[in-house]
């Protein structure tokens, strides 16, 4: 019943190992984000999909990549893993892009690069 | 330009006192939706109230409300008789309307800790 999942709730790597966290919304929304938010609680976001089209591609590293195979899927993949990475990731989708409805997020995953 | 200000950092209370957490808001936008989300210690962030511009009724769940005051851009949370439960960061975001924005305007959060 869980609306926004992602997988693993918790990821320890080590530094320059690449990872993936997987994100799926059952909510029929038709545009997802990932967030990153960090050990001061600050929210950013960095990227957000609308049907599959990437609509929202923020400052990040291009180590990061998203990855889209359909509306209700929006996975993460990071190569080259750096300390500076550790923080709790967020996938959250809504009704619209313009999140006028609000955002329905994920547990989140929490992150830590050894 | 489109800002969300939450000017306290961290509040500290003590059980059964009311607190009121400050939302500031910045939008040119004469269409927009402001929000609440809560995060407590466990984590998730959790949807608490949506408000629309054209709608500047004050809002009452429980022991929560919301005042909404276009006049002073403000979007202010109250919880009245707090409660340990109530411990936790509260974020205000806004949703601006028009041009080609696409994303929430989040403020930086109020930690609130609600002691026995």
């Known amino acids: 019943d869980t609306a926004v999942s992602q997988t693993p709730k918790y990821l320890v790597t080590q530094m320059g190992n690449d990872k993936s966290i997987k994100c799926e919304q059952n909510?029929?929304?038709?545009?997802m984000y990932w967030y990153k938010q960090d050990s001061k609680k600050f929210l950013k976001i960095m990227f957000s999909?609308?049907?599959?089209?990437?609509?929202i591609n923020e400052t990040v590293p291009n180590r990061f990549s998203p990855k889209s195979p359909d509306k209700a899927h929006l996975n993460l993949h990071i190569n080259s893993l750096e300390l500076g990475d550790s923080a709790v990731y967020f996938c959250?989708?809504?009704?619209?892009?313009?999140?006028?409805?609000?955002?329905?997020f994920g547990s989140g995953t929490r992150l830590t690069v050894v | 330009a489109q800002k969300v200000t939450q000017a306290q950092t961290e509040i500290s209370v003590v059980e059964k006192e009311d607190v009121t957490l400050d939302c500031v808001y910045e939008?040119?936008?004469?269409?927009?939706?402001l929000f609440w989300y809560k995060q407590p210690p466990s984590g998730e962030l959790v949807f608490l109230i949506r408000?629309?511009?054209?709608d500047e009724q004050n809002e009452i769940s429980g022991r929560y409300s919301w005042n909404f005051q276009k006049s002073t851009s403000s979007f202010n949370f109250t919880i009245t008789a707090s409660q340990v439960v109530d411990s936790a960061v509260y974020f205000c975001?806004?949703?601006?309307?028009?041009?080609?924005?696409?994303?929430?305007?989040w403020g930086l959060g109020t930690s609130l800790a609600v002691n026995p």
């Open positions: 959250a989708s809504s009704q619209d892009p313009r999140g006028a409805y609000g955002y329905t």
């Open positions: 939008t040119r936008d004469t269409t927009y939706y």
């Open positions: 909510l029929g929304h038709d545009t």
């Open positions: 408000r629309n511009s054209f």
């Open positions: 975001a806004l949703s601006p309307n028009a041009g080609n924005n696409r994303k929430l305007i």
């Open positions: 999909y609308n049907n599959k089209e990437l609509i």
